[in-house]
């Protein structure tokens, strides 16, 4: 019988180089797009997905991740006395939202570094991983997508997605080979082949390995047996990589948007996009982009 998958793995123990000055002091992960941190979107998205545990992999400096997801005593009682109850409710809604467990990463060694450190608490089931950089929008959240497919064939999942060849040496890039099977119309590849931040010249496609992964209690063994790799990391695509000499590994081109929340770029895309298809903020932000645009195109 394939076991259920109950928990999530969040990596929150990098140093956000990409995003500096703002990461100096402050965790990416908290970094909020329109009104709500990173890590919060991939937390909602697992909860939906009906992953139900939160294993959170902090490191020094990201205390602010467990004070969000934590009663605020004050600020409760603040909202309460001023009778403010949507926002009482919203705040109550964070800390109420799910079980969460956090273990520490004492140097940021690496993406399978991290993982690794979250072994006690998983035990030996399977789980997901979440990075909270990469923000999808779909219909159907995209850990959800993952798990039809696991549930399906028991095995590890990988998202994927195509990427431009002019920035897949930024990505895990994956070797496939499409499957035949119409359940997943035209999307599920069974993965031949896999490496970490390959040179163009060097891709073996251009189907990148995006944040979300469905990995087999097995993975553990194949991080401790890897040596660093790109970055002098120790790097999952590798752990992932030596897993497949006796293990299958999928990839599932997934349904929905992914903007890339760790680069300032497509922060603020996402921002933009996010922000346009709230009801509250949508008319009154894309009325205020017009104007911005039109005095921009009068000007140039
Ligand atoms: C990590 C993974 C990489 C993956 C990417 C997706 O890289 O190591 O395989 O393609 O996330 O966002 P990072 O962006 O942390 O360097």
């Known amino acids: 019988m394939i076991s259920k998958v109950r928990k999530a793995v969040f990596p929150a123990a990098g140093l956000g180089t990409r995003f500096l000055p703002a990461t100096k002091a402050q965790a990416k992960e908290m970094l909020s797009l329109v009104d709500k941190p990173l890590i919060q979107y991939g937390v909602e998205e697992a909860m939906h997905s009906g992953v139900q545990n939160i294993i959170i ?23 309460e006395s001023k009778g403010k109850q949507d926002l009482l409710s919203m705040v109550r809604g964070i800390s109420d939202m799910i079980d969460i467990a956090y273990v520490r990463q004492k140097e940021a060694l690496g993406l399978g570094h991290a993982v690794l450190r979250a072994r006690e608490v998983v035990g030996h089931e399977p789980f ?3 990075l909270s950089d990469d923000i999808i929008e779909s219909e159907i959240p995209c850990i959800r997508q993952l798990l039809d497919v696991y549930d399906f064939y028991g095995a590890s999942v990988l998202a994927l997605m195509e990427v431009p060849r002019d920035q897949i040496s930024a990505y895990g890039v994956v070797d496939a080979e499409l499957m035949a099977d119409k359940g997943f119309q035209n999307r599920l ?23 979300r992964y469905i990995l087999i209690p097995e ?15 120790i790097q ?23 903007f890339d929340a760790g680069d300032k770029l497509g922060y603020l895309k996402a921002t933009v996009e996010l922000a346009l298809k709230r009801h509250d903020l ?7 982009l017009r104007t911005v645009l039109a005095c921009g195109a009068r000007e140039s």
């Open 128 to 130: 997901a991983v979440v």
């Open 189 to 211: 590849f069974r993965i031949r082949n896999m490496v970490e931040k390959p040179r163009a010249e060097d891709a073996p496609s251009n189907l990148a390995i995006i944040g």
């Open 282 to 288: 949508g008319p009154p932000f894309a009325e205020y």
């Open 57 to 79: 992999v902090t490191g020094r400096g990201k205390s602010s991740i467990e004070d969000h997801f934590d009663v605020s005593f004050e600020l409760e009682q603040l909202l």
């Open 219 to 233: 993975i553990f063994e194949a991080i401790e047996s890897i040596q660093p790799g790109s970055g002098g990391e």
């Open 236 to 258: 999952l695509t590798d752990a992932l990589k030596y897993m497949l000499r006796n293990r299958p590994i999928y990839g599932l081109k997934f349904e929905g948007k992914r």
